[in-house]
């Protein structure tokens, strides 16, 4: 039990809530070492949400709204974390909800799919036979896809994840949206639009941003996407990890120790 006077209550809840998603079995092990890594990553920021993150959830809410098919991808982390905001987000936009894993197991894909019911989703996609199509050029396991979620998407948000299918689905043509604190990562990098935050406080920021932004025409909407530059907010990104790093270092000892 984690006391909430804790200065660090929060980061231990969610490093709990990762820890119990495998022991449940639905998080992947190396899920463990993703959090870790994410959890110095957001450290490094601040442990709030930047002016740079609220730029792109911006966009990214302008992108899902103007899909004509967006899909929200859910690997065990993102069920572990913030299950109710997908559900949320999928309402919202409206969107599909996918589950799919680079560490794929039917037994992982199946309690994912549970958790996200649990928490109100009346329809997963790409769990078992569903997930039938084949993203090309792409060789780990989440190259098979729902044919009617992430295959056919224009859109998908990609909480959390690997390189590899971001690039292989922005081939494809897609619009790619990732959560990701590490923003020098592959996944940040050949994003369309990268969310550098943690997915626990970028989640209900997108949805309160779909829910706000919802009333836009479509040619206000496509104004927001054509004035964003996902190259200049992740310099932002590595900039303010910069100015943090030297204010801290001056905290301790100012000048060039
Ligand atoms: O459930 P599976 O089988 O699909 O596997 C999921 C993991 C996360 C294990 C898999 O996609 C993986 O190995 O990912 P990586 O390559 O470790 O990348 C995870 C990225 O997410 C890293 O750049 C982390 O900094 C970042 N990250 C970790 N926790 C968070 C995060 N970003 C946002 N919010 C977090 N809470």
Do not use: W
């Amino acid at each position: 039990m984690i006391p909430p006077t804790h200065p660090r209550y929060r980061s231990l809840l969610e490093r709990e809530k990762v820890v119990e998603g495998f022991r449940d079995g639905y998080v992947a092990v190396q899920g463990l070492i993703a959090q870790g890594r994410g959890e110095c990553f957001d450290y490094l920021i601040g442990e709030e949400t930047q002016p740079f993150a609220l730029e792109a959830i911006r966009a990214a809410a302008a992108a899902l709204l103007l899909a004509r098919h967006p899909v929200l991808s859910v690997n065990g982390n993102v069920a572990a974390l913030t299950p109710g905001t997908v559900v949320e987000l999928a309402e919202a936009v409206p969107a599909l909800i996918e589950v799919n894993l680079f560490y794929r197991t039917r037994e992982r894909e199946e309690k994912i799919a549970e958790v996200l019911r649990r928490h109100g989703a009346r329809r997963v996609l790409g769990v078992g036979d569903d997930a039938s199509c084949t993203i090309p050029e792409l060789f780990s396991e989440r190259r098979r896809v729902s044919c009617e979620g992430i295959y056919k998407a224009d859109v998908v948000l990609v909480p959390l994840e690997d390189g590899d299918r971001t690039e292989a689905l922005r081939r494809m043509g897609k619009t790619v949206i990732a959560v990701d604190l590490n923003p020098m990562s592959r996944t940040a990098r050949s994003a369309s639009i990268t969310i550098v935050d943690n997915v626990t406080r970028a989640m209900p920021r997108l949805v309160e941003a779909v829910r706000s932004m919802k009333g836009l025409e479509r040619r206000e909407l496509e104004e927001v996407l054509r004035n964003y530059n996902n190259d200049k907010v992740l310099a932002s990104a590595l900039r303010h990890i910069l100015r943090r790093l030297e204010e801290l270092a001056d905290g301790l000892y100012p000048g060039d120790a």
